[in-house]
């Protein structure tokens, strides 16, 4: 999960083009008959682009670990918060600029660097949701030491576990696992951020054909000043099998300092994870054996975004417990402080603070253990989802950090209190793997292309009405009854009695939100690719939805279990609908209306003229 990237491109601009609006589809040939898509999608959030409810990854609450299961969670929970608790110290790292020999030497003793390698390679073997527990300890004791945790296996060596032979997986694993070797993650150069598919660095095989070589530079490493072991993508040239033309596509390698010719630069001085190593990595003529590509020539752009997307969830659980940290020291704070002869708790001001802290924390947890329950239980539907929780947690702990700042006052902002230090670590979150901006353009980018392509089948359907009428009858009758408001989504089965209302307003949310899909597509075709200010509205609403779906599936779950917590998750869960409810209808509204168009464009014309002098662009009131 862990390098810096300072944007990543999640899908390559051509695939955008891929969507259609029934105003801007080519004739073809009539189709006779319309097939159901080869391959099914079970992602929440992907139908809700078409308008449909698919509810099985939500409803009910996911609850896959077998009690087998569950007690290893326990059991590994304990030590590894007794090493926080007695070798870890985070201050003292963030001020040393690094983690201490003896502390890492610990946790590779503890197995936490190959936490979910199989016991066949020397891990502990542990599933995602059980690596998302142990994340949540890791998130509320030490963000910097996170990175080189996360940087190790969350993407450094992950390739090789998602692509590597078993020739590769049994010369590298055992290493990372329990070898103290430790993994990086190559991928972002100074010209290639967003666009990761642009990156310079090249791999040239050689005229023997026994191995290539690779020259390069990345920048913002992460673990780069000490690791051995990367995973590298670079340029290589690959013959078109159809056409017989060359071009170059991106390759991924697994590379060892041992090879020769692998250098780093001086660490980064950064804001904050300063615990963590990021630097430069050189590769000058690097002979990389063949054998070291990972997965197939050519393909290592899919490698760089499967690797990306499969750890994107953990952050969602590490965040959350960097929250409650957070949250734990103000509510400290406002028990024991009297002002003007009352405790800080007893204060309206103070309370709506502590809740919303509370409330958020809830939604980002509840998120991020939705997900990996998922994942777990063998869905490869998920990446929607993922990148949601990713942009949810990363702004929310921020909020949370910020405002448990804000209670503290003044103390708050003094190195003793222990808040400033995860304030700056939790920046870089909101950046790297993806930053939000670019994964909220993903979000809604690849949900229009979902529902385009089903817009696509109507109106193919429409070019021969006898032939597919049951199909065109269907989709009528759907859009007709959710526009006057009967036959929509239905979200009263899933949900308890005390739930209905906000399930309802929830439900509405989900209509609205295909409803404004398809009428986006319908105006703007695949020029809605433009249109960065509807997009982002779009996403925001995405965003809220999935928050409140989850929820309301978790709370409704503590209801039915009896759960001691239960009648405090459902306050919660109504807090945030009543919220969430609000926003999103906003953005829907904002990303149709006329009138906030021309908002967007007035901003455009402002961006314009202030890029243009380079300055602020203001005649002083002085002058």
Known sequence: MLKIVKQVTLVPRTQYFMFYSTAALPRTKVQHEVKEETKSNSSFMANIFRGNLVSAQVFPYPDVLSPEDKELTISLQDPISRFYKEFNDAAKSDENCKTDDKTLDKLWELGCFGAQVSHDYGGMGINNTQYGRLGQIVGYNDLGLAITLGAHQSIGFKGILLYGTSEQKAKYLPQVTTGKIYAAFALTESSAGSDASSIKSKAVLSADGKHYVLNGTKIWISNGGFANIFTVFAQTEVVDKASGAKKDKVTAFIVERAFGGVTNGPP????????????????????????????????????????????????????????????????????????????????????????????????????????????????????????????????????????????????GYMKEAGLERVLRDLRIFRIFEGTNDILRLFVALTGIQYAGSHLKELQKAFRNPAANFGFIFKEASRRAASTVGIGGTDLSPFIVNELQDHGKATAECIDLFGQSVESLLIKYGKNIIHEQNVLNRLANAAIDIFTMVVVLSRSSRAVQKNLPTAHHELNMTKAWCYQANERCRTNLRNATSSQQLLHYELLSDIAEKVTETGAV?????LE
């Open 268 to 411: 980064e001085k950064k804001m904050g994870i300063n615990a963590s190593s990021t630097t430069e990595v050189y590769f000058d003529n690097v002979k990389v054996p063949v054998e070291n590509v990972l997965g197939e020539v050519g393909e290592g752009f899919k490698v760089a975004m499967n690797i990306l997307n499969t750890g994107r969830y953990g952050m969602g659980a590490i965040l959350s417990g960097s929250m409650k940290y957070c949250i734990e020291k103000a509510v400290d704070h406002v028990n024991n402080r009297v002002q003007f002869g009352k405790k800080l708790k007893e204060y309206k001001g103070i309370q709506e603070k502590i809740a919303q802290m509370n409330v958020i924390q809830y939604v980002t947890e509840s998120m991020a253990f939705t997900i990996s329950q998922n994942m777990d239980a063998g869905s490869q539907d998920y990446h929607l989802e993922a990148a949601i929780s990713k942009v949810f947690a990363s702004e929310a702990a921020w909020y949370v950090c910020d405002e448990a700042i804000q209670v503290l006052g003044g103390m």
């Open 617 to 621: 662009n203001t005649t002083h009131v």
